[in-house]
C-alpha cells in the first residue's frame, strides 16, 4: 500500500500491508480510478522516498521543463507554490535558475535535505495542501506527480481554482503519469496502490475545465511517459472538453484491450525470469521504487532476483515492501556479477549502461517495454 515507505528490516517488508486495485473506466469523461482505494491506508510521512533526482537524466529534463516555464511566464521575483513538493527538489532547482520566490508544500518534505543555496527564498509547509492554505497567493502554481494520488481530484482542483481567485494572471502547470501509455504498453508495474487516479489527456483536460480553468495545452513529456497540463484561470463555461482533447473511444479500446492483455503480459514477464534462473543467469534489478514494488509482487518474485540496487542513497540498507530484497547501492553488483540487469524504466538505459560499465560490468539490459 505504501511502495515508496522507507523499511528498516526484511520481516516489516515481508509482511507489509497490501490492498487491491480495481480500477474503472468512465465512459462519458475518460478518468479511470481504484475504486478500492482507501485514504487511510496509506502513509505520506517523511519516510516516503518519492525522488527521482539522483538521475542526472531526469535532472536535464527538469531543467529544461523549468527554463521552458520561465521562457513563457518570467518567473523571476514572481512568487512560486508547489502543491506536493516532495523533498525540494524540483522548486529548489526552479528558484535557483528562475530568480522567483518559491512556497512547498508536502507531508514528506524533510528539512534536513540539502536543497541548494537558495534557501533564503524558500519557505516549505510540511503539511497536506488544503483548504487551511487557500491564502497562499503565488504568480504560479505548479503541482507535479501529486494528482494521481488524490481520490476526489474535482474537488481538490477546485480548491486551487477558488485560492486563485479574481487573478487572471496566475498561470498553473500539473503533471502526472500519461495512462494512455501505461493501457498500450500493458505496464501494469506503473499501477500500483498510492497511484488511486489515473489519467489521459483527455481526462485530465475535462477535469480542468471543469473546475474552472482554461486549459492552454496538454501535451505528453518524457518519453511520452508523463503528461504535462498549462493553464489559466477561467470558469466553468469554459469550452466543452471534447473541443480539447477527444480521445474517449481510443481510450475505451486501450482499456478493453489491457484488460484482455494482462493475464499474458504477467504470464510471459513470469517465464522469462525463471528462464533466466533456470539457466543459472543471475538476475538483478535497477531501481527499488514503486514500480519494482509492482513488478517483483505482480510476479510473485523473490530468490529468482539476485539484487535489487538504486541509485538513491537514501534507499541503501533498507528492503523492498512486499518481497523482502534489501535495496543495494550500484557498486555492489561487483560481488554480484549479473547476468542480466531489469530496468525498470528504459528512459534510463543508457545512464544505467554508463554505470555498469563503469563498474567493469556488461549484463544484458532488460528494459521493461
Same mark, same amino acid.
Given at each position: 500500500?505504501?511502495?515508496?515507505?522507507?523499511?528498516?528490516?526484511?520481516?516489516?517488508?515481508? #509482511? @507489509?500491508?497490501?490492498?487491491?486495485?480495481?480500477?474503472? @473506466?468512465?465512459?462519458?469523461?475518460?478518468?479511470?480510478?481504484?475504486?478500492?482505494?482507501?485514504?487511510?491506508?496509506?502513509?505520506?510521512?517523511?519516510?516516503?522516498?518519492?525522488?527521482?533526482?539522483?538521475?542526472?537524466?531526469?535532472?536535464?529534463?527538469?531543467?529544461?521543463?523549468?527554463?521552458?516555464?520561465?521562457?513563457?511566464?518570467?518567473?523571476?521575483?514572481?512568487?512560486?507554490?508547489?502543491?506536493?513538493?516532495?523533498?525540494?527538489?524540483?522548486?529548489?532547482?526552479?528558484?535557483?535558475?528562475?530568480?522567483?520566490?518559491?512556497?512547498?508544500?508536502?507531508?514528506?518534505?524533510?528539512?534536513?535535505?540539502?536543497?541548494?543555496?537558495?534557501?533564503?527564498?524558500?519557505?516549505?509547509?510540511?503539511?497536506?495542501?488544503?483548504?487551511?492554505?487557500?491564502?497562499?497567493?503565488?504568480?504560479?502554481?505548479?503541482?507535479?506527480?501529486? %494528482?494521481?494520488?488524490?481520490?476526489?481530484?474535482?474537488?481538490?482542483?477546485?480548491?486551487?481554482?477558488?485560492?486563485?481567485?479574481?487573478?487572471?494572471?496566475?498561470?498553473?502547470?500539473?503533471?502526472?503519469?500519461?495512462?494512455?501509455?501505461?493501457?498500450?504498453?500493458?505496464?501494469?508495474?506503473?499501477?500500483?496502490?498510492?497511484?488511486?487516479?489515473?489519467?489521459?489527456?483527455?481526462?485530465?483536460?475535462?477535469?480542468?475545465?471543469?473546475?474552472?480553468?482554461?486549459?492552454?495545452?496538454?501535451?505528453?513529456?518524457?518519453?511520452?511517459?508523463?503528461?504535462?497540463?498549462?493553464?489559466?484561470?477561467?470558469? #466553468?463555461?469554459?469550452?466543452?472538453?471534447?473541443?480539447?482533447?477527444?480521445?474517449?473511444?481510443?481510450?475505451?479500446?486501450?482499456?478493453?484491450?489491457?484488460?484482455?492483455?494482462?493475464?499474458?503480459?504477467?504470464?510471459?514477464?513470469?517465464?522469462?525470469?525463471?528462464?533466466?534462473?533456470?539457466?543459472?543467469?543471475?538476475?538483478?534489478?535497477?531501481?527499488?521504487?514503486?514500480?519494482?514494488?509492482?513488478?517483483?509482487?505482480?510476479?510473485?518474485?523473490?530468490?529468482?532476483?539476485?539484487?535489487?540496487?538504486?541509485?538513491?542513497?537514501?534507499?541503501?540498507?533498507?528492503?523492498?515492501?512486499?518481497?523482502?530484497?534489501?535495496?543495494?547501492?550500484?557498486?555492489?553488483?561487483?560481488?554480484?556479477?549479473?547476468?542480466?540487469?531489469?530496468?525498470?524504466?528504459?528512459?534510463?538505459?543508457?545512464?544505467?549502461?554508463?554505470?555498469?560499465?563503469?563498474?567493469?560490468?556488461?549484463?544484458? %539490459?532488460?528494459?521493461?517495454?
Amino acid at each position: 500500500m505504501n511502495s515508496c515507505l522507507l523499511v528498516d528490516d526484511r520481516q516489516t517488508a515481508l #509482511d @507489509f500491508p497490501t490492498g487491491d486495485l480495481e480500477l474503472v @473506466f468512465c465512459a462519458a469523461c475518460g478518468f479511470i480510478q481504484n475504486r478500492r482505494f482507501d485514504p487511510g491506508a496509506v502513509t505520506y510521512s517523511t519516510d516516503y522516498e518519492e525522488t527521482q533526482g539522483f538521475s542526472g537524466h531526469f535532472r536535464r529534463f527538469v531543467d529544461e521543463l523549468i527554463d521552458d516555464q520561465d521562457r513563457k511566464h518570467r518567473l523571476r521575483d514572481r512568487t512560486v507554490l508547489e502543491i506536493g513538493c516532495g523533498k525540494g527538489e524540483f522548486l529548489s532547482r526552479l528558484v535557483e535558475r528562475t530568480g522567483a520566490r518559491g512556497i512547498g508544500i508536502d507531508p514528506s518534505y524533510r528539512p534536513d535535505r540539502d536543497v541548494g543555496q537558495t534557501t533564503e527564498r524558500l519557505t516549505f509547509i510540511q503539511d497536506w495542501y488544503g483548504p487551511a492554505y487557500a491564502d497562499l497567493a503565488a504568480d504560479f502554481i505548479c503541482c507535479r506527480h501529486t %494528482l494521481e494520488h488524490i481520490p476526489d481530484v474535482l474537488d481538490f482542483i477546485r480548491q486551487v481554482r477558488r485560492s486563485i481567485g479574481d487573478r487572471p494572471e496566475v498561470r498553473i502547470l500539473f503533471e502526472v503519469p500519461d495512462t494512455k501509455r501505461v493501457l498500450a504498453e500493458h505496464a501494469f508495474w506503473d499501477m500500483y496502490y498510492e497511484h488511486c487516479s489515473y489519467f489521459t489527456a483527455g481526462s485530465l483536460a475535462r477535469l480542468f475545465a471543469r473546475a474552472g480553468f482554461v486549459v492552454d495545452d496538454v501535451r505528453t513529456a518524457y518519453a511520452d511517459q508523463y503528461l504535462l497540463l498549462e493553464g489559466r484561470p477561467g470558469d #466553468d463555461r469554459v469550452r466543452p472538453a471534447g473541443e480539447i482533447v477527444d480521445d474517449l473511444e481510443a481510450t475505451a479500446a486501450l482499456v478493453e484491450a489491457f484488460a484482455a492483455a494482462l493475464p499474458r503480459k504477467l504470464a510471459d514477464l513470469r517465464a522469462e525470469v525463471d528462464a533466466w534462473h533456470g539457466a543459472g543467469r543471475r538476475v538483478a534489478i535497477w531501481g527499488s521504487g514503486s514500480k519494482a514494488v509492482a513488478y517483483l509482487t505482480s510476479l510473485g518474485l523473490r530468490d529468482e532476483i539476485a539484487a535489487v540496487v538504486d541509485i538513491n542513497p537514501h534507499k541503501a540498507g533498507r528492503y523492498m515492501a512486499g518481497t523482502g530484497h534489501r535495496i543495494e547501492r550500484p557498486e555492489q553488483l561487483r560481488a554480484v556479477r549479473p547476468d542480466v540487469v531489469v530496468v525498470m524504466n528504459p528512459v534510463y538505459v543508457a545512464e544505467i549502461a554508463q554505470a555498469l560499465g563503469e563498474l567493469g560490468l556488461a549484463p544484458e %539490459l532488460r528494459p521493461l517495454d
